[in-house]
Every structure is written in C-alpha cells, then in structure tokens.
C-alpha cells in the first residue's frame, strides 16, 4: 500500500524534535488519520466502523481477499481513531478534522509530560 502520508508531511513529522517513541506514535496516529479520511473520503466527523475499515481494506490491491489482515488492521485504525477523538475533544472537533500539527502539539505535550 501507498503511504496516505505525503513527502512533505512525513518530513514535517520527522523535522520534530522529539524523541524517537514520541515520533513514531506520531507518525502511527498521522498514518491513521490519513487512513480514516482516506476510508470515508473526508476530513470532518468521527471515524468510520469496523465493518467499513474491514471491507475497504478488503477492496485494496495489496490486502484483497485477506480477512484476518482486514480485521487486524481495522483493529489497529479504531485504536487511532479512539485517540484521535480524544485529541479532537480538546479541540473541539470531529475527529477526522485533527490537524497534522494538533497531532505534533499532542505528542510534544505527551514528550513533555513523559519526560518531565
């Protein structure tokens, strides 16, 4: 599968300065988030069931036909979407409306907190 992520996005999640477990939970929620607005073709509301995240990665060249893969990646986006709608609260939004730089605020809050 093609990444949902752009170049110039991924670079921008990369160009964070915040340390390597921070950044790859970044980019995972960045991944999903592109995912979910890619699976319900827009950048608003929450995020789509199970069954609709199954049955389109059942449609994707890359995964057609492999059930057990559908499920366990429709597992995988309903964990980030759960988080999305968790940072989307504190925005005040659907959770498909996040922004990539809402999600590198989020993540320099969780460093912080982590670290500090």
Same mark, same amino acid.
């Given at each position: 599968?093609?990444?949902?992520?752009?170049?110039?996005?991924? %670079?921008?999640?990369?160009?964070?300065?915040?340390? %390597?477990?921070?950044?790859?939970?970044?980019?995972?929620?960045?991944?999903?988030?592109?995912?979910?607005?890619?699976?319900?073709?827009?950048?608003?509301?929450?995020?789509?069931?199970? %069954?609709?995240?199954?049955?389109?990665?059942?449609?994707?060249?890359?995964?057609?036909?492999? @059930?057990?893969?559908?499920? %366990?990646?429709?597992?995988?986006?309903?964990? @980030?979407?759960?988080?999305?709608?968790?940072?989307?609260?504190?925005?005040?939004?659907?959770?498909?409306?996040?922004?990539? &730089?809402?999600?590198?605020?989020? @993540?320099?809050?969780?460093? &912080?907190?982590?670290?500090?």
């Amino acid at each position: 599968m093609q990444s949902p992520l752009s170049e110039a996005e991924l %670079a921008e999640l990369e160009s964070t300065l915040l340390p %390597a477990l921070e950044r790859h939970h970044l980019r995972l929620l960045a991944h999903g988030l592109r995912t979910l607005q890619s699976i319900t073709g827009r950048k608003e509301g929450e995020p789509p069931e199970r %069954a609709v995240i199954e049955a389109w990665a059942l449609e994707q060249p890359a995964t057609a036909g492999d @059930a057990a893969f559908a499920q %366990a990646f429709a597992g995988q986006l309903l964990s @980030a979407g759960e988080q999305l709608t968790a940072i989307a609260q504190a925005k005040g939004c659907g959770a498909l409306a996040v922004e990539l &730089n809402d999600l590198v605020h989020w @993540a320099q809050a969780e460093a &912080n907190a982590r670290l500090g």
